[in-house]
């Protein structure tokens, strides 16, 4: 099997359950800075220690944008088809999230001034990825807003995580303790 099919060289892109649009539409725009997002925290991933519990947080996070993805990559009318959890965000996947950031949240004093990103390479690839997400979120509006998608609330929540995540791996010494030359 090839991975090239030159079914896009005409400037269209397949969607998940059938039909071809442009490779420009709202959602394949939306779809693919989500891919970006995805990218970003597989570098992320790349700074942890496999097995570590950011490792795993990172590849549970990794997947379910696969599940996000597929979803901005079918068309309304096949909406039906999607499965919950795997190729459709659910109300669940976002409690998940919200569950992680409360509990991530205890490990560190609460900050109480704008950090700058670049503490190290992990906390800097999170707060990338983070930015990344906030875009993808703004693109999304234009595709997902007032249906009943999870997609918003998904990506609203996974970049409060992977800000939350950046300072539980800063492990607090970026906080206002230290001093400014």
């Not at 901005?72 to 959890?85: D, H």
């Amino acid at each position: 099997m090839k991975i090239y099919t030159r079914k896009g060289d005409d400037g269209t892109t397949g969607l998940l359950y059938g039909g071809r649009v442009a490779k420009d539409s709202p959602a394949i725009e939306a779809n693919g800075v989500v891919d970006e997002a995805q990218a970003m925290l597989g570098l992320a991933r790349a700074e942890a220690e496999r097995g570590s519990e950011l490792d795993d947080v990172l590849v549970d996070l990794e997947r379910d944008l696969y599940v996000l993805m597929a979803e901005l990559a079918t068309a309304p009318a096949n909406r039906s088809k999607l499965v919950a959890g795997q190729t459709l965000v659910t109300a669940a996947m976002v409690t998940r999230l919200e569950e992680l950031i409360d509990a991530l949240t205890e490990r560190f004093p609460p900050v109480t001034e704008f950090v700058l990103p670049g503490h190290d390479r992990t906390a800097a690839a999170l707060d990338m990825a983070r930015t990344v997400v906030r875009r993808a979120e703004r693109l999304v509006l234009a595709v997902a807003s007032g249906s009943d998608s999870e997609v918003l609330a998904y990506l609203n929540r996974l970049s409060d995580l992977l800000w939350t995540m950046a300072r539980w791996q800063e492990q607090g010494e970026s906080l206002p303790s230290r001093q400014r030359p």
